[in-house]
């Protein structure tokens, strides 16, 4: 239960001359008044929101824990199983005495704890206080000291507040101001994105806590300014998000954002500190429109999480609890929005299935490089790179090194969301899913982990429905054209011009996730399931693993090789974030293709049709609805049959024939997705070099509508697309176009 009984200390002179003089200061003080009222709302859910759930490590400890951290504390006020001369930046050892003191705090203050106000915690709590405030502990490294510190301190100076003594909430509160400097908050210069967030809403709680109105105005008016779409750190026009320059981070640094602005719009609405309309839009957009886009169930894509791909699984399961809070917030301030929020939040608890998502479609983030794809009964995704934006972070503190392919070409296939959890130390990191790698054998050099790439053609073309993403691929002497085109129940994958200047092999991953059942292959005549190890498989027709189908149309173009057995790594060899080397091992399924060495102009194509039972994979793969019209260098092309949908990338102006008589021709390079529908073409076209660009399609089909002339003598309809530029550079055009004649050839449609 929790005690909401929580006290603001009014000053004792205005208190006397209201009382002694009532009306003397109402008129002069009556803002004033309102300031404080507003203030105290504010004091209150702070309060509140701490009681109810501190961000600690061990946000659950029984009664027994806290009173042997009671038992165990030494008359100066530490722990004897505490490293108080760790230096590892990673995970500071020292501040687990922060963590705890947390837990002991809550429990002091929750009514119905079996230590609920006792004696002897307050005097353990008030001892290892203190202790930390002589000691000052200092790593040496600037987030810990204006950041990480402050954050896990100012929960226990709120709860603790009416129990602290004047010196000691003063050297609290001293620990609080870092970062804050001459009205600026800086972390290594002027703070931004996330780190501004942080900066801030510690500001708000020292503000609450010297009872200064102004001091709590401030930091919530930067807030607010930082809910803003920007080309910088931030919330891009996609509503993805950047931190550390022009990097993907909507997951870990961009959920963090999600979290505390939520969280301080929650505390702050209904009052004068209350954020603008506006700003909760944007903030409702970011999380709707961008970051639900990239979670399945109760995971958060690990292509969009950065170096914190290594994390320890009960992080990522930390973290969408607290996305989950986030969405709760957000659906208390009566957004127009509140029911999905609450959908989101529902699924992120796991009180609801994966695919009871409430949308089902296609997103390309153009700010970010990455296409998202959501059908009930899977998702995916593609992550790339462009020399626009960086692949991965740097390694900072020794997280994620062996990052450097992450946005290679990934390709993550989800259905429940368990299918790569806590799989990462025992990843073979050259073989990341849909990523084309050249095998170099050599180890990981930290120093050239993270990349802008040198190619700008590299986007994706969405109807919000369907979508293709295409990648103009370069790592040192590997290129590549690589191509995916989404569809209902399944996705196709190709490249082109495969080529590296090497000695190496080079691989394509199709998957490498743990394993899970039975893996059935067949050649088409016969199938059978595959023996535990390592084996080339004999012109297979298709694979099928934990419900999903790969299907290789063509065998004779692919050299397929399969593993269904252990593999063992060690978290350590990918993150120093913690101390344990110990060997893991773990059954994974992992499926390649091999380019062989040297490859020149190599190819290959593949079909992931999650959808697709085991019983229906002889017949599918047999007759697939899908079809590739081409797969070279200048055109990658796929028609599905069924869904009356082509879909083509461009990297030069060309034509492109289908089977039936139909001729798509474009003047420059660019994506391009057809649509048939009852009533004409929808047609969606993008620049992927994110680019202004004004772009010609001709089509042997009489078509009218915006832009488009119909050319009587060449029998072609002519549409002109002006795609954008700036921070919408790269976004989809898509446009209707409707048939001029009800009885056009059924040649001319697809």
Same mark, same amino acid.
Request: hydrophobic share 35%.
């Given at each position: ?125 008030? $001892? ?102 920007? $080309? ?96 709760? #917030? ?18 992120? %608890? ?96 930290? %120093? ?73 292959? @067949?050649?088409? %005549? %016969? ?10 498989? @004999? ?36 993150? #120093? ?12 399924? $992992? ?6 060495? @040297? ?152």
């Amino acid at each position: 239960m929790i005690d909401v009984n929580y006290k603001l200390k009014i000053p004792v002179l205005a208190m006397v001359l209201t009382i002694s003089f009532p009306g003397l200061l109402s008129n002069a003080h009556g803002g004033e008044n309102k300031k404080m009222k507003d203030l105290q709302v504010v004091r209150k859910r702070l309060y509140e929101s701490f009681l109810t759930r501190i961000p600690t490590r061990i946000p659950n400890p029984s009664p027994a824990e806290i009173k042997g951290f009671v038992s165990s504390l030494r008359p100066a006020g530490s722990w004897p199983d505490i490293d108080y001369k760790d230096r590892t930046v990673a995970l500071w050892q020292t501040t687990f005495h922060l963590q705890r003191l947390q837990a002991m705090v809550r429990a002091y203050r929750s009514r119905g704890h079996a230590l609920y106000e006792n004696a002897d915690l307050k005097r353990s709590i008030l $001892s290892a206080l203190d202790f930390w405030f002589v000691k000052d502990f200092k790593i040496g490294h600037l987030w810990w000291e204006v950041i990480g510190v402050p954050k896990a301190l100012y929960p226990i100076l709120v709860l603790m507040e009416d129990d602290l003594s004047d010196a000691q909430l003063a050297a609290g509160i001293k620990i609080l101001h870092r970062g804050y400097r001459d009205g600026r908050w800086e972390f290594y210069g002027p703070a931004t994105g996330q780190n501004l967030l942080w900066l801030t809403g510690i500001h708000v709680v020292r503000g609450c806590l010297e009872k200064n109105p102004q001091e709590v105005a401030r930091p919530f008016k930067r807030i607010a300014q930082e809910i803003r779409i920007t $080309s910088k750190e931030g919330i891009q026009a996609d509503y993805s998000f950047h931190q550390h320059g022009a990097c993907l981070y909507s997951g870990e640094y961009g959920l963090n954002f999600t979290v505390d602005c939520a969280r301080f719009a929650y505390y702050a609405h209904g009052t004068r500190f209350g954020l603008p309309e506006e700003k909760i839009r944007i903030l409702s957009a970011y999380i709707l429109d961008g970051q639900q886009w990239m979670v399945r169930g109760q995971t958060f894509d690990y292509g969009a999480v950065g170096r914190g791909i290594t994390r320890k699984d009960s992080r990522f399961t930390r973290d969408m609890k607290r996305l989950s809070d986030a969405c709760m #917030h957000m659906a208390k301030l009566a957004t127009p929005r509140q029911a999905e929020f609450e959908a989101f939040a529902k699924r992120l %608890k796991g009180a609801a299935q994966p695919e009871a998502a409430g949308f089902h479609g296609n997103r390309h983030f153009w700010r970010s490089d990455m296409m998202t794809h959501h059908r009930k009964d899977y998702y995916t995704s593609a992550r790339m790179f462009s020399n626009r934006i960086f692949n991965t972070d740097m390694p900072y503190n020794k997280e994620g090194m062996k990052n450097h392919h992450i946005a290679d070409g990934t390709t993550f296939i989800f259905r429940t969301g368990g299918e790569y959890r806590n799989i990462f130390p025992v990843w073979d990191w050259r073989k990341i899913p849909g990523a084309t790698i050249e095998q170099t054998g050599t180890k990981y050099d930290q %120093k050239t982990v993270r990349r802008r790439g040198n190619r700008s053609f590299v986007g994706g073309v969405s109807d919000d429905l369907y979508g293709m993403a295409a990648f103009d691929f370069t790592r040192d002497g590997l290129t590549a054209r690589k191509a995916w085109f989404y569809f209902d129940d399944e996705f196709v994958c190709l490249g082109a011009g495969i080529t590296c200047t090497t000695d190496n092999p080079v691989f394509t991953s199709i998957n490498q996730c743990h394993l899970k059942g039975d893996v059935v292959v @067949s050649d088409g %005549k %016969k199938q059978e399931k595959a023996n535990k190890g390592q084996r080339k498989l @004999s012109n297979p027709l298709w694979v099928h693993h934990d419900g999903i189908g790969y299907v290789f149309p063509d065998t004779r173009k692919n050299v397929v090789f399969l593993t269904n057995d252990v593999q063992t790594g060690s978290r350590w060899s990918i993150t #120093h974030r913690y101390p344990d080397k110990k060997k893991i091992s773990t059954d994974v399924f $992992s499926l390649w293709l091999d380019h062989g060495k @040297s490859p020149s102009n190599a190819c290959y194509a593949y079909i992931v049709a999650p959808a697709v039972g085991l019983e229906k994979m002889k017949a599918y793969a047999e007759n697939p609805p899908v079809e590739v019209i081409s797969n070279t260098p200048d055109l990658q092309a796929v028609r599905h049959k069924g869904l009356k949908v082509i879909q083509a990338a461009y990297y030069k102006a060309g034509v492109l024939r289908i089977k039936n008589g139909l001729v798509i021709t474009v003047n420059k390079p660019c994506l391009l997705l057809i649509h048939q529908k009852k009533e004409g073409l929808q047609i969606a076209v993008s620049n992927p070099k994110n680019k202004p660009l004004n772009v010609e399609v001709e089509i042997s089909a009489r078509l009218q509508g915006e832009g488009c002339v119909w050319l009587d003598g060449r029998g072609l309809s002519h549409i002109t697309f002006k795609l954008p530029g700036g921070q919408v550079g790269g976004k989809s055009s898509v446009r209707l176009l409707k048939y001029t004649n009800k009885n056009i050839s059924k040649s001319r449609r697809f």
